[in-house]
């Protein structure tokens, strides 16, 4: 590892969890090219609005969705 990454991550570990994952994200992103990650999400929501109006996809409502949401326990 360079010594310039050291430094830089030994900077990221001082920051607050949020910090650090608004960071991971930005450096994520940072990979991909802007239009890369929008067309991706074009096809995903064009797919997506196929399988509803072929009927192949359970719609569920908000609240229900958000009830689930609320009650699932992550294990790691």
Avoid: H
Wanted: charge should be negative; glycine fraction near 2%; avoid cysteine.
């Amino acid at each position: 590892m360079s010594s310039q990454l050291e430094m830089l991550e030994a900077q990221a570990l001082k920051l607050s969890p949020e910090e650090r994952a608004q960071l991971a994200d930005r450096l994520i992103a940072s990979l991909f090219q802007e239009n890369e990650i929008e067309n991706a999400w074009a096809v995903e929501v064009e797919r997506r609005i196929r399988e509803i109006e072929a009927g192949r996809a359970q719609l569920i409502p908000a609240a229900d969705a958000i009830a689930r949401a609320r009650g699932v326990v992550f294990r790691i």
